[in-house]
């Protein structure tokens, strides 16, 4: 079965970056929508960026510029360059694909990104 594998993460100073990225471990097909997710603790999961059908890019209101969603096409794989983070940005970060076809969406096992001083 494959899987969304993803790494990256970790503990960063506030106004610090880091970089998440996110691959299938086989294919997968005709993927229409590749995304970003996060959830805090005691929080419901977020939406934070994603790729669409057409390639368009969409992005939570509360990120202001400071993440892009980039992708390899050629690899299926994600990326999420997060850059001024913050604390409230702490969470538990979750890639997300959806194919066509496909009776369920796949998810990453998640990433923790803690931004603490």
């Known amino acids: 079965q494959v899987q969304l594998v993803q790494s990256g993460g970790g503990l960063v100073q506030p106004g610090g970056s880091l970089t998440l990225s996110c691959r299938p471990s086989?294919?997968?097909?005709?993927?229409?929508?590749m995304g970003w997710y996060r959830q805090a603790l005691g929080r419901e999961r977020e939406f934070v960026a994603s790729?669409?059908?057409?390639?368009?890019?969409f992005y939570a209101d509360f990120l202001e510029g400071r993440f892009l969603i980039s992708r390899d096409n050629a690899e299926n794989t994600l990326y999420l360059q997060m850059d001024n983070l913050m604390p409230e940005d702490t969470a538990v970060y979750y890639c997300?694909?959806?194919?066509?076809?496909?009776?369920?969406?796949?998810w990453g096992q998640g990433t923790q990104v803690t931004v603490s001083s």
């Open positions: 997300n694909f959806k194919v066509v076809g496909a009776p369920y969406e796949f």
């Open positions: 086989g294919s997968l097909g005709n993927i229409y929508f």
């Open positions: 790729f669409g059908k057409g390639g368009n890019q």
